[in-house]
């Protein structure tokens, strides 16, 4: 009678082999309609922004935006996460998986995707009036207007409860005054979500900006996100109708709310970069010769590319798990803070160590590394500086609060 198969060689005949792009197998954990999502993105990030990226940096400009906007609102990544009004209602994940492959391509084009779906489409839809809604959202979605979140100040920057920006009643009308910095879309922007100090706390506004008193001039000299719009916001006796105003909110937790919303898509994100940075390497390690022979057969070589794969491969599977989180309604701000903090911070290690394999080629625009290692100085800053993060996971574990 013939040998029957064991079950360990059954089971083993069914192992894929080993793929270098997804050692950990995590796409399994995707359905095919996350797949689709994730295939439509990367397409037009190949077709229409790496082919100019590095020339864009180099310039310290973003061409096109506008007409970038209405491609991207034509694929449903615009506010893809949010329902109705044009939105596409894609899942927590399938928008991460979008911020990953926009990332990989630049920093400041996911930025443009998370400030217009994550700030200002997020904060009109959760806390704006059906009529802000309705004259706002639809065309945010399809990238005809593009908007900016006014949130950080010149002086203060992780204290937003220090802000000085103030909105005074005047009748039925509110005057506005104050100045916002580091705003990414400002000059570009039709409305403007900007939060500011009333008698009754803070408030969030919709602000059109042709509104007369309202400036958004563009911010110059950037070593970073150099293929951004990031603008000044200046408001000087900006007068708004009772309107205006977002009625479903009052306090910090607006703003911070659709901050946690934007830190989320950057825990997918920065890992993109930190994709685009190994993929990178590796490719030119198993090219670039020395001493006779590829570069990537030298041990300590194949130790540096096996630490990034193991670092990156554990941010996507964190983010992929934070993803279900808050599809499932389950997650928390402080987990979000956990996500951000540990894949930004080790998406910058990544490029400094796929640097360190191309060598003086690694500080070169032919490659992307330079440009997505200082891309990420930025966005280590932004929704967040490492130092607040780690205090909002020390307040969580200790239960005790070290901000003040």
Request: charged letters at 20%.
């Amino acid at each position: 009678m013939p040998a029957q198969p064991s079950a360990a060689s059954a089971a083993s005949s069914t192992v894929p082999p080993f793929d270098p792009r997804d050692p950990l197998g995590i796409d399994d954990l995707l359905t095919d309609e996350d797949r689709a999502v994730r295939g439509t993105v990367r397409q037009w990030a190949a077709d229409r922004v790496l082919p100019d990226i590095a020339d864009w940096y180099e310039r310290g400009e973003l061409p096109g935006i506008r007409e970038l906007a209405r491609e991207l609102g034509a694929l449903g990544a615009l506010g893809m996460s949010l329902t109705g009004y044009g939105c596409a209602g894609a899942s927590a994940v399938q928008y991460g998986l979008a911020c990953l492959e926009l990332e990989a391509a630049d920093s400041g084009i996911r930025s443009l995707v998370s400030v217009q779906g994550s700030l200002a489409m997020y904060a009109i839809h959760r806390f704006g009036s059906e009529e802000q809604k309705q004259r706002w959202l639809p065309g945010m979605a399809a990238g005809e207007i593009i908007g900016c979140f006014g949130l950080t100040e010149p002086d203060h920057g992780s204290d937003p409860a220090g802000m000085r920006t103030y909105a005074k009643k005047d009748g039925t009308d509110w005057v506005l005054n104050g100045r916002k910095m580091w705003i990414t879309n400002g000059s570009v922007a039709g409305v403007a979500v900007v939060w500011a100090r009333t008698d009754e706390g803070i408030r969030g506004f919709a602000v059109p900006t042709d509104t007369p008193g309202f400036a958004a001039p563009e911010i110059k000299h950037k070593w970073s996100l150099r293929a951004s719009v990031t603008s000044e916001l200046v408001m000087d006796d900006v007068r708004l109708p009772a309107d205006a105003v977002l009625p479903g909110v009052t306090g910090l937790r607006g703003p911070l709310s659709c901050l946690s919303h934007a830190r989320y898509g950057i825990v997918w994100g920065s890992m993109g970069a930190a994709r685009a940075s190994f993929e990178s390497a590796l490719e030119y390690a198993k090219t670039r010769e020395q001493f006779d022979r590829p570069i990537g057969g030298f041990q300590l070589t194949q130790a540096k590319l096996a630490d990034m794969a193991v670092e990156l491969h554990k941010g996507i599977l964190l983010a992929h798990h934070l993803g279900r989180r808050m599809d499932a309604g389950r997650l928390r701000p402080e987990q979000i803070s956990f996500g951000k903090l540990n894949n930004v911070r080790e998406a910058i290690e990544i490029c400094r160590t796929a640097r360190t394999i191309l060598g003086a080629n690694g500080i070169s625009l032919e490659y992307p590394v330079m440009r997505h290692a200082t891309n990420l100085e930025s966005v280590l800053t932004y929704e967040g500086t490492v130092e607040m993060h780690q205090l909002v996971l020390g307040k969580a574990l200790t239960g005790l609060d070290a901000f003040r």
